[in-house]
T-cell receptor, first 110, second 115 residues
Framework: AQSVTQPDIHITVSEGASLELRCNYS??????LFWYVQSPGQGLQLLLK??????LVQGIKGFEAEFKRSQSSFNLRKPSVHWSDAAEYFC????????FGQGTELSVKP | GAVVSQHPSWVICKSGTSVKIECRSLDFQATTMFWYRQFPKQSLMLMAT?????????EQGVEKDKFLINHASLTLSTLTVTSAHPEDSSFYIC???????????FGNGTRLTVT
């Protein structure tokens, strides 16, 4: 069965610092992978997705993610974090239905 | 871009009453809609998958008689929480997709509080 693990429940970074949020997945075939962001009390916004092709995908708001099949990972990165990036981030895998990881809460220090 | 509207955004109801949440795709026809439930500080848990004109497919552990889902048209799905109890208090989020190869669009969620 498909599953997604986000090992970090909460991460704090300083504004301007780089960011990497971890995501590991379990799926029998080549997965469709997603990263979503959720602001408090809001729905989800798609940051980026991987279906096939180039393993480094670019998303909105300066985010990127790299699909590494050998590590079953799809980590999200941003070179310089802004205070407005503080939110909850969800990694998801789709194999018939969309399954979300537990989420990582990002706090940004001024 | 495609928009999914969810209504109401928040609702407070008394224990024992029923509450209906609507999910509408505003500028596309959604063949499939999904309903998720999210507890505070937790992930989204898929409750059911709703296809237009057919019965919803519920995930294991979700009571279909308690969470009634209707997908009567290609732009509207409803979730009715029947005989609500305080433990049903949660954040409910819908999403909609036009077809298998299209992106998934989320509503802004409904905060349900049962007193």
């Amino acid at each position: 069965a498909q599953s997604v693990t986000q090992p970090d429940i909460h991460i704090t970074v300083s504004e301007g610092a780089s960011l990497e949020l971890r995501c590991n997945y379990s799926y029998g075939a080549t997965p469709y992978l997603f990263w979503y962001v959720q602001s408090p009390g809001q729905g989800l916004q798609l940051l980026l997705k991987y279906f096939s092709g180039d393993t480094l995908v670019q998303g909105i708001k300066g985010f990127e993610a790299e699909f590494k099949r050998s590590q079953s990972s799809f980590n999200l990165r941003k070179p310089s974090v802004h205070w407005s990036d503080a939110a909850e981030y969800f990694c998801a895998v789709e194999g018939g239905k969309l399954i979300f990881g537990q989420g990582t809460e990002l706090s940004v220090k001024p | 871009g495609a928009v999914v509207s969810q209504h109401p955004s928040w609702v407070i109801c008394k224990s024992g009453t029923s509450v209906k949440i609507e999910c509408r795709s505003l500028d596309f026809q959604a063949t499939t809609m999904f309903w998720y439930r999210q507890f505070p500080k937790q992930s989204l848990m898929l409750m059911a998958t709703s296809n237009e004109g057919s019965k919803a497919t519920y995930e294991q552990g979700v009571e279909k008689d308690k969470f009634l889902i209707n997908h009567a048209s290609l732009t509207l799905s409803t979730l009715t929480v029947t005989s609500a109890h305080p433990e049903d208090s949660s954040f409910y989020i819908c999403s909609a997709i036009r077809d298998r190869d299209s992106p998934l669009h989320f509503g802004n969620g409904t905060r349900l509080t049962v007193t």
